[in-house]
């Protein structure tokens, strides 16, 4: 009888043990969405619509256009939201590749380069005084070559 408990007692371990291994693998998973839900879907929406008159960009068709470009990229990891997120730098490389890969679209560029840790350290180490003006000088500069970025009315 006790070698039949234990037995059993050894079993269900085993299946409880395989069944938390494929919940940490599922989190481990959906991880940058989660991330996306918990800190960024407050201002962006669940859907990254935005809320465009109230400063916050929609992301469908027009985030890609910020991974295309060398301080478009700057610009993303200075963006308030991500400063405050408390994600470490791989999180918010996962959660940006994991944006511009639901919402990015053909604002992508064909050779776009996903997101890594180093460069999220390296391009958070850059200095931006003003993350609105960054903003605005990459948007004019953009438009001038006929890239169309999100609606961004700060002052």
Known sequence: MKRRLT???LGAVGL????IAATIALAAEREPHV???LR???CHGVEAAGA???GIPSFPGL???????EDGRTYLFHVPGVVGSSLSNAEIAAVMNYVMARWAGDSLPADFVPFTEDEVAARRAIPVASVVDFRRDIVRRLA???IVAAE???P
């Open 7 to 9: 037995g059993a007692l």
């Open 16 to 19: 409880a043990s395989a069944g």
């Open 35 to 37: 991330n996306y839900i």
């Open 40 to 42: 960024c879907a407050g």
């Open 52 to 54: 465009p008159n109230a």
């Open 63 to 69: 985030v890609g256009v910020f991974a295309g470009d």
């Open 144 to 146: 001038e070559s006929g």
């Open 152 to 154: 961004y009315p700060w």
